[in-house]
Nanobody, 111 residues
Framework: VQLQASGGGLVQAGGSLRLSCAAS????????ARWFRQAPGKEREFVAS????????SYADSVKGRFTISRDNAKNTVYLQMNSLKPEDTAVYYC?????WGQGTLVTVSS
């Protein structure tokens, strides 16, 4: 499966962005999906995950209450709604399904 992440950009602290991860090549409706991020000079870290049907989600403590992961299996797409963004959320965000990773989308939060 090929994954294309999009929706990143520059936003002020307190702002919002919605990331999308569009899958192609096969359906991902039977797969869990996850978002990770990697800030400059840091290791890649888990952000959020969602079950195949969307009924179960989990979040890193650092984003809980601010980020929401969702999916639209009809569109073969996973989303990450990010609210109340902080400068420490600045990172390249990656989506992953099974063993496949998207190319990442850069989110920059200015103070």
């Amino acid at each position: 499966v090929q994954l294309q992440a999009s929706g990143g950009g520059l936003v002020q602290a307190g702002g919002s962005l919605r990331l999308s991860c569009a899958a192609s090549g096969r359906t991902i409706s039977n797969d869990a999906a996850r978002w990770f991020r990697q800030a400059p000079g840091k290791e890649r870290e888990f952000v959020a995950s969602i079950s195949w049907g969307g009924g179960y989600t989990s979040y890193a403590d650092s984003v809980k209450g601010r980020f929401t992961i969702s999916r639209d299996n009809a569109k073969n797409t996973v989303y990450l709604q990010m609210n109340s963004l902080k400068p420490e959320d600045t990172a390249v965000y990656y989506c992953t399904v099974s063993d496949s990773w998207g190319q990442g989308t850069l989110v920059t939060v200015s103070s």
